[in-house]
C-alpha cells in the first residue's frame, strides 16, 4: 500500500498562527502520512492513541531522550526503571497533595491578577501573558521544590529556553543550531543549580520535591546526576505547557464574551471548559517518538527502525471519528477524555496540579478582571508548545 506524502515545515510560523487546516489536510491524506521533512505523522486520534501506548516500539529515544536527558523518567521505555522514579512523586501530583496547595497557588494568582489591573488602570493596556499566564506555573513549582522565589526570573528563562530548543526546526543540527546551544547552556545552568539544591537537602530536609528524592529508597541507587535530571525534567515540564493552558484561558475568556457571562453566572461550569480549550485548542501538539528495533507495523504500515513518528496530538482533539462537530468549542458537549495530556505510560504526571492552577485562575479573573478586549491581534510563535505569546487587553466597558 503506498502512503500519502507531503511536505510540511511544522516549525514554520504558518503553522504556529493557524494549523486547523493543515492537520485536517494530513488526516485527510490517511491514518499516517510521510512528511518529506523526515518523519512520519498521524492526525488521527485513534493512531495516536496506539503510538503512546506501545511504548517499546515506539521509544522516546531521540527529541525526548536529548531534550530531558538520559535517566529522566520521562525517556524511560522500560516501564519498571519509569515507575521506581516517577512513583517518588505520584502522591505530591496527586489530587491529597494538590488540593494541599490551593491555597499558596490562590494567593500567588491575586497577587499577579493586583500587578495586572495596576498596570491596566496606569496604562490602559496590559499583556497577560508575561505578567499573569507566565510566572503562575513556576511560582508553584518553585514553592513545591521549596526554591526561594528570587529565582523564579531565572528558572522561566532557563525553562523557556529549553522549550525553544527543541521546537523551532528538525532534524535539529546538535553542532550549530542557536535556539539548541542555549538550551543546552541553560539545561547545564539548571541542573548545577539543582545539584546544589540536593546536596543542601541531603542535611535539611523538608518536606519539598527535592527533599522526597535525597531521602526515598532509591536514593542509594540513584546518583546524584540522575536526581538532577528527573529534578530538572519536573522542573521544566509544567512551565511552558501551563502558562500556555492559561493563556488559552485568558484568550477565551476576553473573546467570547457568551463564554465568559456563563461561566460567571455557574463556575461548576469550569473544570469542562478547561478541558474543551485543551481538545480545541491543544498546547503540546506533537508527541515524537523514535522506532524501536525491528521497526513497527502501524497504521496498515511498517515504519522502520530509527524512523522518526510524530503523534498530532492536538490534531487528535479535532478528530470528527472521534468528536462530533469537532471545530466548534461547546463547553456541554459530552465529556470525552482527550489527548493533551498524553496517554499511556508517560500521561502527564502534572495534569492535577494544572488543572487546579486553571480553574483558581479562572475563578479569580471572573471575580476581578472587568470585561476586556483585545487591544491587539493575539499572536502565537510556536506550533510544538502552542499558546498565545501576547495577550494585551484593554478595558472593554
Ligand atoms: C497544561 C499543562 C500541561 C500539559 C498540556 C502537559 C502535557 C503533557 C504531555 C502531552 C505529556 C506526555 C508526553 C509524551 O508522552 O511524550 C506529559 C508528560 C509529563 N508531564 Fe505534563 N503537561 C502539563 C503540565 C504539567 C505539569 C504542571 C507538570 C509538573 C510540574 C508536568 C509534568 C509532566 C511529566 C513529569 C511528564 C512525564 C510523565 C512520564 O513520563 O511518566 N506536566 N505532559
Known sequence: MSVPSVDINLYGPEMAADPWPVVRHIRELGPLVWNERGQWITAHDRVCRQIMSRHEEATMKGVMTSTFGEGAFITMDDKQSHNALRNVWVHAFGKNGVDGLIPFTRQMIEGRLDAALAMLDADGTVDMQP??????????????????????????????????????????????????????????????????????????????????????????????????????????????????????????????????????????????????????????????????????????THVPEGAHIMALIGAAGRDPERYADPDTFDIHREAKPHLGFGFGMHTCLGAILARMETAQAANALLDRMPPYRFAEPVTYDSFMLRGPSRLVIERAD
Request: charged fraction near 20%.
Open 131 to 300: 505578567v499573569f499566564c507566565r510566572p503562575i506555573p513556576a511560582y508553584v513549582i518553585a514553592h513545591m521544590m521549596g526554591v526561594g522565589e528570587e529565582m523564579i526570573p531565572t528558572i522561566v528563562e532557563w525553562s523557556d529556553n529549553m522549550a525553544t530548543g527543541t521546537t523551532s526546526g528538525h532534524p535539529i543540527d546538535y553542532e550549530n543550531d542557536f535556539y539548541w546551544l542555549r538550551a543546552e547552556k541553560s539545561r547545564a545552568d539548571l541542573a548545577d543549580f539543582l545539584l546544589e539544591q540536593v546536596q543542601y537537602r541531603r542535611d535539611n530536609p523538608g518536606e519539598d520535591l527535592i527533599s522526597r528524592i535525597v531521602h526515598s529508597e532509591i536514593a542509594a541507587t540513584t546518583p546524584d546526576w540522575q536526581m538532577v535530571v528527573n529534578l530538572r525534567q519536573l522542573l521544566f515540564a509544567g512551565n511552558e505547557t501551563t502558562s500556555n493552558w492559561l493563556g488559552h484561558l485568558v484568550h477565551i475568556l476576553g473573546s467570547r464574551p457568551d463564554v465568559r457571562a456563563e461561566l460567571a453566572a455557574d463556575r461548576s461550569l469550569i473544570p469542562q471548559a478547561l478541558e474543551e480549550m485543551l481538545r480545541w485548542l491543544g498546547i503540546v501538539q506533537a508527541v515524537p517518538r523514535m522506532v524501536g528495533e525491528g521497526g513497527m507495523d502501524v497504521a496498515g
